[in-house]
């Protein structure tokens, strides 16, 4: 069981930055491939970036494509998003989830293939 704790969302203006963190409890982070996805109000849930176990993969959406970077420490079981040149577009929840994988080079978009899912945080861009 893995429990996932997202933080540091906020309200920021267009171009500003901002990190979000997932923080991942229980044992063996580094067995799991991370991704964030993201949803606003009257919309699908959409892929926003992955990252594969090892870190050495990442996988992004062309809409963040250049301005968003995932990261991970697997020392500290911790995920993050580097958010930057923000647009009110992002506006959203952003969740994070883990899916357990064996290969350590694979990132995926697919939301189906993830186990287990934050609660997500909110990121608000005003104009």
């Known amino acids: 069981q893995v429990q996932l704790i997202e933080s540091g969302g906020g309200l920021v203006q267009a171009g500003d930055s901002l990190r979000v963190s997932c923080a991942a409890s229980?044992?063996?982070?580094?067995?799991?491939?991370m991704g964030w996805f993201r949803q606003a109000p009257g919309k699908e849930r959409e892929f926003v970036a992955a990252?594969?176990?090892?870190?050495?993969?990442?996988l992004y959406a062309d809409s963040v494509k250049g301005r968003f970077t995932i990261s991970r420490d697997n020392a500290k079981n911790t995920v993050y998003l580097q958010m930057n040149s923000l647009k009110p577009k992002d506006t959203a929840v952003y969740c994070c989830?883990?899916?357990?994988?064996?290969?350590?080079?694979?990132?995926?978009?697919?939301?189906?293939?993830?186990?287990?899912w934050g609660q997500g945080t909110q990121v608000t861009v005003s104009s």
């Open positions: 229980g044992r063996a982070f580094s067995s799991y491939a």
């Open positions: 989830a883990a899916a357990l994988l064996l290969s350590p080079d694979l990132a995926i978009d697919v939301p189906r293939q993830y186990n287990y």
């Open positions: 990252i594969s176990r090892s870190g050495g993969s990442t």
